[in-house]
């Protein structure tokens, strides 16, 4: 799957809503198979997060590091950290279809669903039609 990171990163709490539902274990397993290379990216996004935040963190009197708002510092941190989310990201993604989807998750709100699009195949997709699709 290729998308912005920026949109893998807004849906992240809808991918954590998803793998937090009580689902059968079946469909448990394909949420699990088909999030799995998201969840790598995020963990990796986090990390360099911090390291970003870090490396433009000051300490106060206190020793607690932070950013200086309006700062030269908060600038770059800012641009390095818009940069990183405006990456083109490639990661595995085994779709769920809406028919799994639906038959398995009693509820689920409609904009969760909308930024997890990049998960679902399309209505009538099979995922024979998605590989080609991709090459």
Not at 43 to 54: F, M, P, Q, V
Not at 69 to 78: I, L, M, R, V, Y
Not at 104 to 124: H, Y
Request: hydrophobic share 40%; net charge positive; with cysteine.
């Amino acid at each position: 799957m290729k998308m912005k990171l920026k949109e893998l990163v807004a849906s992240q709490e809808a991918l954590a809503k998803l793998r937090s539902l009580d689902l059968k274990p079946k469909f448990g397993f394909i949420v699990k198979r088909a999030t799995k290379g998201a969840v790598e990216v995020l963990k990796d996004y986090h990390e360099s997060r911090a390291e970003i935040i870090k490396k433009h963190s000051t300490k106060n009197d206190d020793g607690i590091e932070s950013v200086v708002p309006n700062s030269p510092a908060e600038k770059k941190a800012e641009k390095e950290l818009n940069d990183m989310l405006s990456a083109e990201i490639e990661f595995v993604v085994k779709p769920i279809s809406e028919g799994d989807f639906c038959s398995n998750v009693k509820e689920f709100k409609a904009n969760d669903i909308d930024r997890l699009d990049w998960l679902f195949l399309e209505s009538g997709q099979k995922k024979a039609d998605l590989k080609a699709v991709k090459k």
